[in-house]
């Protein structure tokens, strides 16, 4: 085995922040049902599931700014960020809709991140890697409660089975997102430090099929597949969720309770 | 699906579970609280959620409250009065050696 090229800083920094990004902007999606979860104990699962991500996010985000040597910390990244310098997901920011929605966006995200966090485990950048070796048991609870739900929904009543699929269908067009890959990408996996996503789309496939078979519902069609979160284009509802996190800290700047 | 799933509506609870957690290996589990949850699966994951994210636990039992039998308030003379002068009853006469915990 040849020596493994070793990235710049700035790729490695940004690639941190691509998946903090990702975990910050779902775990402030997810902080949005508290106290409106359809009971008590879902509200606290949700939000458990909020608070996981906001862990990982709060890692990576510390990471990426000191790799990227600018003094900046993890609340600049999380705070005093513009719209267009936040590369997460187009998933991870859609609006929660019902709870079938919901569940449906986790479904989706956490099945592609529980493999990506596996994958990480062996990432060339130790600091990624510790991050991951801690988020896979969080994201593999994540995955679980979406499954369950999924599949109580859609094996349940009529209603909550065409609630369901339509949270399905809502949510898919952003999924093939996830899997494409960019220069970056080829870039770091070629150093070892990040993972192929395009590689992990068959097992993807076949776990969400699965899912999708036992509960009755149907693979939503392909249509469209809109991407540019990764380059910071996001879509029109995002301006809205950051503009309610960030609102405080630049009221207040430096706010602690 | 597991036996027993059915979905709710909006304005009937789902069935209520108690939950027990075992705090630590060797220790018996004990009743923390309940829960709703429409069924066993569900219960045992919202119980996850509510009763261990501190980790209080390392595992966790949840029973259908309807299935618990209990002792009627009302019958409180007769179950448990006639046991309070029956000291020959307590271990009082051995030495508890101090290795032995959770006695």
């Known amino acids: ?257 | 699906m597991s036996a027993g799933s059915s979905v709710a509506s909006p304005t009937e609870p789902t069935p209520l579970w108690e939950v027990f957690v075992r705090s630590k290996r060797g220790l018996s589990h004990n009743h923390v609280g309940s829960l709703h949850a429409p069924d066993a699966d569900m219960a045992l994951r919202n119980a996850r959620d509510v009763y261990t994210r501190r980790q209080e636990g390392v595992s966790i039992w949840v029973v259908p409250a309807a299935d618990i039998v209990a002792s009627s308030p009302d019958e409180k003379d007769s179950f448990f009065d006639p046991a309070a002068d029956k000291v020959y009853r307590h271990p009082t006469f051995y030495d508890i050696p101090a290795e032995v915990q959770h006695l």
Request: no cysteine; net charge negative.
């Open chain 1, 1 to 257: 085995m040849s020596a493994a090229p070793v990235p710049d800083a700035t790729s490695v920094s940004t690639y941190a922040m691509r998946l903090g990004d990702d975990a910050l902007v779902l775990a402030q999606r997810l902080s949005q049902w508290s106290s409106r979860g359809p009971d008590l104990e879902e509200d606290i699962a949700l939000t458990n599931i909020g608070l996981d991500l906001l862990g990982q996010a709060r890692s990576l985000l510390t990471y990426a700014g000191e790799v990227e040597g600018r003094g900046r910390t993890e609340d600049d990244l999380a705070y005093l960020r513009e719209e267009r310098d936040f590369t997460n997901l187009l998933l991870v920011e859609q609006d929660n809709g019902d709870f079938a929605h919901t569940i449906a966006r986790q479904l989706f995200f956490s099945t592609w991140q529980l493999a990506l966090w596996e994958g990480l485990l062996s990432s060339a950048d130790e600091t990624i890697a510790a991050v991951a070796g801690k988020a896979v048991k969080e994201v593999d609870y994540h995955r679980d409660h979406a499954v369950q739900w999924t599949l109580r929904l859609g094996d349940g009543t009529p209603e909550s089975r065409r609630r369901m699929q339509a949270g399905l269908d809502a949510m898919w067009p952003y999924v093939a997102e996830m899997f494409a890959a960019d220069p970056l990408d080829v870039v770091l996996v070629e150093a070892g430090v990040a993972v192929d996503v395009a590689a992990l789309r068959p097992p993807w496939d076949s776990f969400i099929d699965g899912v999708l078979a036992e509960a009755t519902l149907s693979r939503p069609d392909d249509t469209w597949t809109p991407t540019g979160g990764r380059r910071g284009m996001h879509t029109e509802t995002f301006g809205y969720l950051l503009a309610e996190m960030q609102h405080l800290h630049r009221s207040h700047p430096g706010a602690t309770w």
